[in-house]
């Protein structure tokens, strides 16, 4: 199956712009989702689609995708947003997962 | 509202079974299908696979076929995942989600399986 490639890790300032990517092969085909995860609890999935956020979702949180790369940009980070973030797609064999990419907000 | 209830934790011996159940509520069952998903301590979301709730059509991902066994029984609104032979490395929290299209919607809160002698 293909790989979905993530920054381990970034930071952001509190208020400020971070860009969290995800770079694979299938995303040529597919769209990314976006699922972010706090410490001891479930995934929530906060983007899907091309642009589509689930209800109860800030609008802060949009997607984008361009060639072999999706997008999660996080526009005037909160001190709520700190967590892991993972992207998904599907694939040859299914669905993967991205590496994960840890947001620390400052 | 919409939900997805999971069995508890278990602690399995190296080589037995694990099944973990994932009942559903507040939506039509048979409408959506359901992803298992695991984590590892420490480590990241691992897709495992996929099931039709209406019919029991199934996607594995490669590493898991012939270990893995997801069935559906709709009377209950409920999924099962049978994972066989298991290893410590099995050790893990396992997450059902319910799938729409290419995306998971509604998690259930997990259930850990501990894999030790």
């Known amino acids: 199956s293909s790989e979905l490639t993530q920054d ?3 930071s952001v300032a509190l208020g ?8 694979g092969d299938s995303l040529r085909s597919y769209y990314a989702s976006w699922y ?8 929530k ?13 800030p609008d802060r949180f ?13 526009t005037g980070a909160q001190a709520e947003d700190e967590a892991d973030y993972f992207c998904n797609s599907r694939d040859s064999g299914g669905y993967v997962f991205g590496t994960g990419t840890k947001v620390t907000v400052l | 509202q919409v939900q997805l209830v999971q069995s508890g934790a278990e602690v399995k011996k190296p080589g037995a079974s694990v099944k973990v159940s994932c009942r559903a509520s507040g ?16 480590q990241g979301l691992e897709w ?6 209406y019919n029991g059509n199934t996607k594995y991902t490669q590493k ?3 270990r893995v066994t997801m069935t559906t029984d709709t009377s209950t609104s409920t999924v099962y995942m049978e994972l066989r032979s298991l290893r410590s490395d099995d050790t893990a929290v396992y997450y059902c989600a319910r799938s729409v299209e290419d995306y998971m919607d509604v998690w259930g809160k997990g259930t850990t399986v501990t894999v030790s002698s």
């Open chain 2, 64 to 66: 898991f076929q012939g």
């Open chain 2, 27 to 42: 939506y039509t069952f048979t409408t959506y299908g359901i992803t298992w998903v695991r984590q590892a301590p420490g």
């Open chain 1, 36 to 43: 972010q995860q706090k410490p001891g609890q479930a995934p």
């Open chain 1, 45 to 57: 999935l906060v983007i899907y689609g091309k642009n589509n956020r689930p209800s109860g979702i």
């Open chain 1, 8 to 10: 381990p890790a970034v």
């Open chain 2, 48 to 53: 495992m696979g996929w099931i039709n709730s």
């Open chain 1, 62 to 74: 949009s997607g984008s995708s361009s060639g072999n790369t999706g997008s999660l940009t996080i």
């Open chain 1, 16 to 23: 400020q712009t971070v860009r969290i990517t995800c770079q």
